[in-house]
């Protein structure tokens, strides 16, 4: 018997291995449990999170190459998120998906895990839960949908139904066109096909080093996902000898790697609260002001939706992920690792841009300084962030006078009422959308615009959250503002009228309103009342524990890594 964890519970000739094993065989050969190394796919497909619902096809990939490679594959499904479907927000569940595939992990005979996810939260939590049991683990991204069209135009999956349905509002699209549309958006297998959260987090993974190099991109219905995914379980049996890690592979130099990347990509707000929650996890120390200091001159690279025009499979065909990320090699930490035991920029090597319409060369960037800006002041004293990729020009610069809702709810009462005091100056804030006081901290800074501006051809206004914003949406919208109107932050005595003075460029975001006149206001009541917890299961935990967006709104207890020893043995 080798040296393999799984070695723990198979090793030897007592009752207890006996049962261990006897209960395993089921179909299993004796040598199955000779020391050779037993391999979890941590597999989140699921009929309820539909753009994972191919991952079972990809499991049985991962398995002919863990078997291949001499090992046993052995499929364990794990919390899954359908981002369509889950509600409140799939964010409240993030956390308890990773606390979930941790335990899970650490609590069987496992001695590497292959994590198969796609949609929004899936990555991140599986990310997490692999640095947090620091079992050697390898990513292999489910891939985007192939690119729908509709009436001969393609259909951005996400950014377009925003776009559309604004235009139902705005009564220049007919509701009967619009759910036309329905049928065309999602034409393959696979996620969001924009730069959205799940193909940011794809080409995040892939920069921190977890994937193998180049696949993050390859579509969900594309044959090289399976042969990457066959790849990947050969990998997790040679890093189960090697005894390859996620604390050996995500140093604070794959963190400035991914940061460049997001950056350059024009990816989600949202893996900023992912990879501040993953650096907590492996106690990297990372901050948000290193998303700006590392990512904010990057160039913009990738013309894709939300912030331009192609889709996923553009990019993929353009050269993908590696070809962006040779762009910018002198920016890319040379010694960082991957999965594979490599450095990553050895992948830029070989990789080269074949259309330069979809990924653009250094000296012609889509934008100049593409990343992420965090913005501080009264409103925010624990910062904000900003797309200024996403984000209107002339709205970078901006005073207005503030137009307060107090929730979701509010908002969805008073946003279209013609009386609603409101112009295209105003900037609308939406508070009551945190971690604890959604809670889970939704995605819904994106405030939609009132309708009598949408009729006057208004298309963008300065927004202001505490919640956060879908990767796949645009607009100037301030979001992740901490602290929390619900913990307390200053957004909660925002008052309609104030003047609030929003400087991209200063990095500023302020209430123009005396300090003392600040200092003496208390939220209101009906503001306060809409945060009582609840008393009960994991949102009661959830409230109880959960970080600022700053933070990563991780779970206070679960930051730093617990490692991959179990507890207590009952047998
Ligand atoms: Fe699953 Fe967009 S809804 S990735």
């Known amino acids: 018997m080798g040296s393999q964890r799984s070695a723990q519970w198979y090793a030897g000739t007592d009752r207890n291995a006996y049962i ?11 040598h199955a449990f000779d020391g050779r190394p037993h391999i979890a796919i941590a597999n989140t497909a699921s009929d309820l999170a539909p753009c994972n619902t191919h ?3 990809v499991a049985e990939s991962v398995k002919q190459g863990v078997w291949e490679a001499g090992g046993v594959p052995l499929n364990l499904p794990v919390v899954s998120l359908g981002e369509t479907l889950v509600k409140p927000t799939a964010m409240l569940w993030r956390n308890m998906a990773a606390m979930a595939a941790e335990e899970l992990l650490r609590a069987n005979p496992v001695d590497a895990t292959v994590l198969l996810g796609g949609c929004d939260k899936t990555i991140p939590a599986l990310l997490m839960a692999a640095a947090s049991v620091d079992l050697p683990a390898v990513v292999v991204p489910g891939g985007p949908m192939l690119t729908g069209t509709f009436r001969g135009e393609p259909l951005g999956c996400g950014t377009d139904v925003w776009r559309l349905s604004e235009e139902v509002r705005a009564g220049t699209l007919s509701e009967q066109a619009f759910l036309a549309s329905e049928s065309s958006m999602i034409r393959s297998r696979g996620h969001c096909n924009t730069m959205g959260t799940a193909s940011t987090m794809a080409c995040v993974a892939e920069a921190l080093g977890m994937t193998i190099p180049g696949v993050a991109g390859t579509p969900a219905a594309d044959s090289r996902l399976l042969e990457s995914a066959h790849a990947a379980g ?39 609260v992912h990879l501040l929650a993953l650096a907590g996890r492996l106690g990297v120390e990372l901050g948000l002001d290193d998303f700006d200091r590392l990512g904010s001159g990057v160039p913009l690279l990738v013309d894709l939706q939300p912030a331009g025009r192609h889709l996923m499979e553009d990019l993929h065909r353009a ?5 962006v990320l040779r762009e910018v090699e002198d920016l890319l930490d040379p010694e960082a690792s991957t999965v594979t035991g490599d450095p990553l920029v050895k992948y830029l090597v070989g990789a080269r841009i074949w259309d330069e319409t979809v990924i653009r060369r250094r000296a012609e960037p889509l934008r100049e300084h593409a990343g992420i800006a965090v913005l ?34 509010d908002l969805r009462a ?8 409101v112009d295209e100056s105003s900037v609308l804030v939406l508070r009551g959308c945190g971690p604890r006081g959604y809670p889970g901290m939704p995605e819904v800074a994106n405030v939609p615009l009132p309708a009598k501006l949408l009729k006057q051809g208004v298309r963008d206004m300065v927004r202001i959250c505490d ?29 309609n009228g104030d003047p609030v003075v929003l ?12 300090a003392d006149d600040l200092a003496r206001r208390r939220p209101s009541a009906a503001m306060t009342a809409a945060f009582a917890a609840p008393l009960r299961g994991w949102e009661r935990l959830y409230i109880d524990h959960v970080m600022q967006a700053d933070q990563g709104a991780d779970l206070d207890f679960l930051i730093g890594s617990s490692g991959s020893k179990v507890s207590r043995d009952s047998h």
Do not use: Q
Not at 260 to 269: D, E, K, M, N
Not at 388 to 402: D, E, K, N, T, Y
Not at 474 to 491: F, R
Not at 503 to 514: E, G, I, K, S, W
């Open 414 to 421: 008073r946003i279209d009422d013609p009386g609603l005091d």
């Open 55 to 57: 991952l079972n096809e």
């Open 234 to 272: 050969r990998l997790a049996v040679e890093m189960a000898a090697e005894d390859r890690r996620p604390s050996r592979v995500l140093t604070r130099g794959s963190f400035r790697n991914a940061i460049v990347a997001l950056a350059a990509i024009g990816g989600s707000t949202n893996a900023v």
């Open 503 to 514: 400087d991209v460029a200063a990095r500023c975001l302020d209430l123009d309103v005396p």
């Open 376 to 409: 501080r002041g009264n409103l925010a004293p624990s910062g904000a962030v900003i797309k200024p990729a996403a984000a209107s020009p002339h709205l970078l610069r901006h005073r207005g006078r503030a137009v307060v809702f107090d929730s979701v709810e």
């Open 467 to 495: 919640g956060r914003m879908s990767g796949t949406a645009y607009g100037t919208v301030v979001l992740h503002t901490a602290p929390e109107a619900a913990a307390g932050g200053p957004l909660g005595i925002v008052e």
């Open 319 to 323: 050269g993908g992920l590696l070809a």
């Open 20 to 30: 261990h094993r006897a209960w395993m065989r089921r179909g299993l050969p004796a």
